[in-house]
């Protein structure tokens, strides 16, 4: 992964603190802001390892078929469950692979040796290959655990109840504009592809590279519309307004959107001359609907 420059880190550090409305926020609470700001707010305070909680940022997002939930399902408790039942799995796991590596070990030298004292002679000149095998072994069960532990996590009811319970809460903080204002710009046209996709068009991402101004496509057939995604922090001028008109026309599109986290100036609303170019802020793109969304692509 690509380390962040100086500038990009200062930022993303002045954006948890406006997340949390402190200055002195720590390494973890700067980590679960990082990772997932929704996961941050609801578990806040509640104590989560760091492995489980980007466990859930990942499984959360993709959560098909809900499980019932109980009618007196604890949070706090159902989190310190899941901890306790992983650390339990995770000991036993450990027992047996070392368990396996020091039978098999033996069983070895036994098999190489004719007598009492040649095994322990052998153990004794085995000492060098043995401590290979034991930092090897060591390497590969400690670099599999997370996998495994994972797996296992994911099999039990108490984190199915959890993730059941946060799926709602996830999709109410979807619908609000603190969720669109911590999305890098990556994830920012990632989600405006999910949310078009959600309302019945064969929306795509132009995969964040080679553009050409385009970020998301909507093709019907040999139509297209086409979208440009801008998590800006201040307004869109004219400028840009002017360059997407541009835009529609090279692309053969039969009208676009331009997306902003933060709206438009006076001067862009006034840019808007074509006849089928479309400025929404991100709360106006939340309120969309499929009726809204058909009578301005047209089809």
């Keep these: 992964m690509k380390r962040p420059s100086l500038k990009t880190l200062q930022r993303q550090v002045s954006q948890a603190q406006d997340f949390y409305g402190k200055n002195d926020i720590s390494k973890d609470d700067f980590f679960r802001w990082f990772i997932s700001p929704f996961l941050a707010k609801t578990l806040y305070e509640v104590n989560c390892k760091d492995e489980l909680f980007s466990k859930i940022s990942e499984d959360l997002p ?6 019932s939930l ?10 310190e469950t899941i901890s306790i039942k992983a650390k339990t799995f995770l000991k036993k796991y450990y027992f047996f692979s070392y368990g396996l590596i020091i039978l098999a070990t033996f069983l070895y030298i036994i098999n190489q040796t004719s007598d009492h004292i040649n095994f322990w002679g052998a153990l004794v000149n085995s000492t060098g290959i043995l401590w290979v095998i034991f930092i090897a072994s060591t390497i590969t069960i400690s670099s599999m655990s997370t996998t495994i532990s994972n797996t296992y996590i994911s099999r039990l009811s108490e984190y199915k109840s959890l993730l059941n319970f946060l799926r709602p809460l996830y999709e109410n903080y979807k619908s609000q504009f603190e969720f669109w204002k911590n999305l ?34 909507i093709r019907n057939n040999n139509k297209k519309f086409i979208i440009q995604c801008k998590a800006m922090k201040s307004k869109i001028g ?9 835009t529609i026309g090279i692309q053969g599109a039969t009208g676009g959107m331009i997306l902003s986290l933060n709206g438009f100036s006076f001067g862009a609303m006034e840019a808007t001359n074509y006849s089928n ?18 009578k301005m692509i047209g089809w």
């Design 184 to 217: 890098t710009w990556q994830d920012f046209e990632r989600e405006t592809t999910k949310r078009l996709c959600e309302l019945g068009y064969d929306a795509l991402n132009t995969k964040l590279s080679g553009d050409e101004g385009v970020d998301v496509v």
């Design 238 to 246: 004219p400028a840009f307004v002017r360059d997407f008109v541009g």
């Design 277 to 294: 170019l479309h400025l929404l802020s991100v709360n106006e793109f939340i309120l969309l609907d499929r009726r809204e969304l058909s």
């Design 62 to 67: 993709n959560l098909k078929s809900p499980v």
């Design 70 to 79: 109980e009618s007196n399902f604890q949070l706090g408790k159902a989190l």
